[in-house]
Structure formats: C-alpha cells, structure tokens
C-alpha cells in the first residue's frame, strides 16, 4: 500500500466527520441523548391544565409536539405554540416522533405512570406533575424504571428548588429549633367536591374529547363533565384527593430536612359517607372524604429519633401554637394551599406549604435572635431548570423519582391507603406491603383495563 499523503488524509477525515453531522441525534447517541449545546426535543403530554404551565416554563427548548386527550380544554396551549405537532393518543406520538427527547406529563394522576413508564422505556427523560403516581406499586415500578434506564427525571413539586426550602433544612440541621419529634401538616382542601356519589346521567361525549383515552387504565364508567378538569381529584378512581394533591407540596421539606423514610404505621379519621336513602354510615367508594386527619409514625434514622407526623385536610386544623396569641383562627396558620409546624424541644417553625414559604421561628424572641447559619446546601438554578440541565448530561435534578420522588409520593399513598379503609396500618416499606392487615395490600394497586399495561 502506499503511504497516504497527509492533504488525502485530511480530506478524508473531513468527509468523515461531515457525514457524521448529518445522522440524527437519536441515532447517535440514544434518544435521551443532547449535547449541551444543543435545545432539548420535548413532548407535552396533557397541556390544557397545569401542563400549559410546566410547557411554558421549558419553552426555551424546543416544544416538539403537543398531546392532550381533549382539543378544547388544550386549545390555547395548540394555539400558543403553532409548530408544535398536535396528537390525541401519547402511544402514537411516542411510536412516531423519534427526535423527542423528553416528554412533559401533566395528566390527572391515575395515567400518570402508564405515560410515564412508556416514555422512560422509550428512553425519554420524563417531568411529571405530583403525586407522581396514584398506586403505591405505581410509584415504587417508575422510581425503579427510570433508574436502571439512567434517563433524567423530575417530579412536579416545584417547592423543591426554592430558596427557603434550602433555609429550612439548615435551619433544622443547625439545631435552631433542637430535637424535633413532632411535626404537623395540613391543607385547606379539598376545593373539588369530594364525599360524593357518582353521577346518574350519562350526557353525550363532547366531539373533542377522547372518553376512552381519557379513561386509560381506570375502570369503565359513562362519561360526564363531574370527572373533568380539576374535578376528578376527588375521584378515587381517578385521583388522589387533598393528601395526594398537596402532600408532594407539603411534606417535601420535612421529608428533606429530617431525613424520613418510608413510615412504620399510619392511621387515618375522616368524615364518613351518609346516603339520604339509607342514613347509614358507610366508606365512600367513589371519592375521597371532605376531610381527614391522618397519623403518620416514623422510626428512628441514625441519631434522629422517632417522629410523630398528624396531616388534615378539608378544613380540619392543629391547635394553634401558644406562641401566636395573636392568631384567633387556626385557618390563618400557612398560606392558602396549608402549611405545617415543626416541633422542636428548643423550638418550633412555622412555614407555608410550597416549599417551606416564609419559615418562621417561634417564639419571636427566637427568630428575632437566632444567629442564621451560613447556606450549605447548593441552590437551585429553578425547577424546571433542573431537569433541563440534567437532560443535557448534567447532575440529576433534585426531586428526581429514583433518589427522591417516589419515596416522597409512597409516603403520601399510604396515608391515602388509610384514608380508604380507616384503620391502623403497619406499614413494610422495603417489602412494599401492609404486614398487620391483609386486604390492605388490595389497595397497593388495581388492575388495568385492558389493553393498558406499565
């Protein structure tokens, strides 16, 4: 062979390297992989809600398509974003459009996972909106799946990757309010109705909408508008009621800052269902009660001691600490969305729901004096910021669903698993499974219409 003359050698690899350039990202390197240079390829999945919201918070990528089971509820995200490519079914839109990278999921949250799970197995990052599922074996299948398929994930607890979230947890490790055995947490909702029967009247499916899609894997029912927008929150087979809607919100702080695993028991009151025509007390099978108070053990971790966590929703209240003379209503404890109070033997603090808002040390004299300690923790560039950067190869975002996400959403399930049936529950994290009631484990999950699958 004669030697190659170093101008053919550099035409050659010139070539080469022109060709390379030409083949498609997801040829490459996989379809979860983008240089950092480059603008992420995502799908919204469920646009007309909160998703609108979350697709505008990452539209400096590049919003590739566009899905939602119903054209007139989604119709201004269709409107705001024109290029994107439109689609009804998610299982197509994942089929056809390869160059997707990444899918934002906003749907309520019984497709959550079905969706979720798809698109991981298609090897797409995924961002989905709390709870990030709504069975316990949901959560514990996704957090599994997205790890071994190392995407870059993210749930929709945006309280994560505030600044005070961040002060909270120091505060606490600081020993600002010294050792905390007692915690409490609450929301005013739910803002839906709940604690009702299902609908008798079977209107006409509207031509936007796909019942059947919209259905997914939840049992068969006639359609009617009580299950749409907002309003199928309180609808067991299809939400998660007050714990699931706000739970991600307010038990993320203390789950970061006091370091809590999965439970050991959880026990659950609620207002009970009284049809007009029997006038007996009875469990409601459709949606979740108006209000409940939900008793939460954690065990020891480390040095930490055990810790007692109380949540009620729908109106129901802690008693207002003694240190707020001033507050006469315990509803004006927290911001609108609720709040918690940690209780410390040196202390305690106040905060508003979403991330730990405007922690407040009480008594005054304590917030007045304490001496801040300095930020430890590394802040966050922004929610959705995250999960960007960790699709571009960066470090996992914060609320990812391996590492933290679906603990944090098991936490709130079991609780909800209480709320169904009204008994004392013992709680096996690791085994996922209630080891002191068996028909518990009933509700761990339920099975899929057919055809729908995780």
């Known amino acids: 062979m004669k030697p190659m003359k170093r101008r053919q050698f550099l035409q050659r690899a010139s070539a080469a390297a022109a060709a390379i350039t030409l083949v498609p990202r997801h040829v490459l390197g996989g379809a979860r992989f983008v240089p950092p240079s480059e603008k992420v390829n995502i799908a919204g999945i469920g646009v007309g809600g909160m998703g609108f919201g979350d697709i505008q918070a990452v539209s400096s990528q590049n919003l590739y398509a566009l ?3 119903d054209r007139a509820y989604a119709a201004k995200a269709f409107q705001k974003f024109p290029k994107a490519k439109v689609y009804t079914d998610f299982r197509k839109l994942l089929d056809q459009e390869k160059e997707v990278d990444a899918v934002v999921i906003a749907t309520p949250d ?3 996972a079905v969706i979720a799970s798809a698109a991981i197995k298609a090897g797409k990052h995924v961002y989905c909106e709390k709870p990030l599922t709504q069975t316990l074996l949901e959560a514990r299948t ?3 799946l997205a790890k071994e398929a190392k995407v870059a994930t993210q749930m929709g607890n945006q309280g994560h990757a505030t600044e005070s979230i961040r002060q909270f947890c120091e505060w606490v490790w600081d020993g600002a309010i010294g050792t905390v055995r007692e915690v409490h947490a609450w ?8 604690d009702i029967d299902r609908p008798k009247e079977t209107p006409p499916v509207p031509d ?3 019942w059947d899609l919209w259905l997914g894997p939840a049992p068969a029912r006639p359609y009617h508008p009580a299950y749409l927008a907002m309003m199928w929150r309180g609808w067991i087979d299809f939400g998660t009621g007050a714990l699931g809607d706000m739970g991600c919100h307010v038990f993320d702080p203390l789950m970061w800052a006091l370091k809590l695993g999965p439970p050991t028991s959880v026990e659950a009151s609620s207002s009970i269902f009284v049809p007009k025509i029997t006038w007996q007390k009875q469990r409601n099978k459709e949606t979740y009660p108006r209000g409940s108070i939900v008793r939460y053990q954690f065990p020891a971790r480390g040095e930490l001691p055990p810790v007692k966590l109380t949540w009620y929703d729908g109106g129901l209240m802690p008693e207002i600490p003694a240190e707020l003379p001033e507050v006469q209503d315990p509803t004006e404890l927290g911001d609108t969305y609720g709040g918690f109070l940690v209780v410390g033997d040196k202390g305690k603090i106040l905060a508003d729901s979403h991330g730990a808002g405007h922690p407040r040390l009480l008594p005054d004299s304590l917030h007045k004096n ?3 300690p300095a930020k430890t923790l590394k802040r966050s560039p922004g929610h959705h910021e995250e999960w960007i950067r960790a699709c571009k190869g960066g470090e996992p975002a914060g609320s990812n669903f391996a590492d933290y996400a679906g603990l944090l959403t098991e936490i709130v399930l079991v609780g909800n698993v209480a709320v169904r049936l009204g008994k004392k529950l013992e709680w096996d994290g690791p085994n996922l ?5 068996p028909e518990a484990n009933n509700l761990l999950h339920y099975e899929y219409r057919r055809g729908w699958a995780l």
């Open 187 to 194: 929301t005013p909702h739910a803002v839906w109705p709940q």
């Open 208 to 210: 936007t909408l796909d």
């Open 370 to 372: 304490y001496q801040r």
């Open 433 to 437: 499974r209630f080891s002191n009631l």
């Open 142 to 144: 996704i957090a599994r």
């Open 67 to 69: 899905c939602d089971v």
């Open 110 to 112: 019984h497709t959550h």
